[in-house]
T-cell receptor, first 112, second 107 residues
Framework: DAMVIQNPRYQVTQFGKPVTLSCSQTLNHNVMYWYQQKSSQAPKLLFHYYDKDFNNEADTPDNFQSRRPNTSFCFLDIRSPGLGDAAMYLC???????????FGPGTRLTVL | AQRVTQPEKLLSVFKGAPVELKCNYS??????LFWYVQYSRQRLQLLLR??SRESIKGFTADLNKGETSFHLKKPFAQEEDSAMYYCALRSFQKLVFGTGTRLLVSP
């Protein structure tokens, strides 16, 4: 089935230790997104790629970076995770024409 | 500025009762609105979109431009409808989400 895959599903890291979350898609969508979702809150957009064009949200901390080496893959790098970065991280994709976003299952990040 | 408001954090009903989850938006232009649902331990998924004008799992939503609303309705709630519901507004390639309403359907 065409889908959005996120690995790992659970990630534990230490305070200040860099961590990378990955997302892949088989939908061949142009646009990929990274969201942060904290408990009982709406997803908060961190950034998105339209093809290779990177679009950062104004309030996304510099601690968060992203890479998209090709259409299928996108990575979220957290350079120095703090306790406040513990959250569910959601990847999503869309085609520009449709507007509908397809979400992955998320990676739950724990920071010790 | 684009904004989506869901005034209720929690809506608790009994099975078989009607349900209405409220959503209001502000947007300069022609809005494109969605309802997304997140069941327990499942991924966020599209429930319905206003341009489709379809009913999914018995849910409907009508865009009311005069009232800037896109309320989600179901005449008879089922226990399996218990989930988190997010109203979202498309702004270029992005979605602006509301804060969500948790629907709890009790037997």
């Amino acid at each position: 089935d065409a889908m959005v895959i996120q690995n790992p599903r659970y990630q534990v890291t230490q305070f200040g230790k860099p961590v990378t979350l990955s997302c892949s898609q088989t939908l061949n969508h142009n646009v990929m997104y990274w969201y942060q979702q904290k408990s009982s809150q709406a997803p908060k957009l961190l950034f998105h790629y339209y093809d290779k064009d990177f679009n950062n949200e104004a309030d996304t901390p510099d601690n968060f970076q992203s890479r998209r080496p090709n259409t299928s893959f996108c990575f979220l790098d957290i350079r120095s995770p703090g306790l406040g970065d513990a959250a569910m991280y959601l990847c999503a994709t869309s085609s520009p024409r449709s507007g509908e976003q397809f979400f992955g299952p998320g990676t739950r990040l724990t920071v010790l | 500025a684009q904004r989506v408001t869901q005034p209720e954090k929690l809506l608790s009903v009994f099975k078989g009762a009607p349900v209405e989850l409220k959503c209001n938006y502000s947007y300069s232009g022609s809005p494109e609105l969605f309802w997304y649902v997140q069941y327990s331990r499942q991924r966020l998924q599209l429930l319905l979109r206003h341009i489709s004008r379809e009913s999914i799992k018995g849910f409907t939503a009508d865009l009311n431009k005069g009232e800037t609303s896109f309320h989600l309705k179901k005449p008879f709630a089922q226990e399996e409808d218990s989930a988190m519901y997010y109203c979202a507004l498309r702004s270029f390639q992005k979605l602006v989400f509301g804060t969500g309403t948790r629907l709890l359907v009790s037997p």
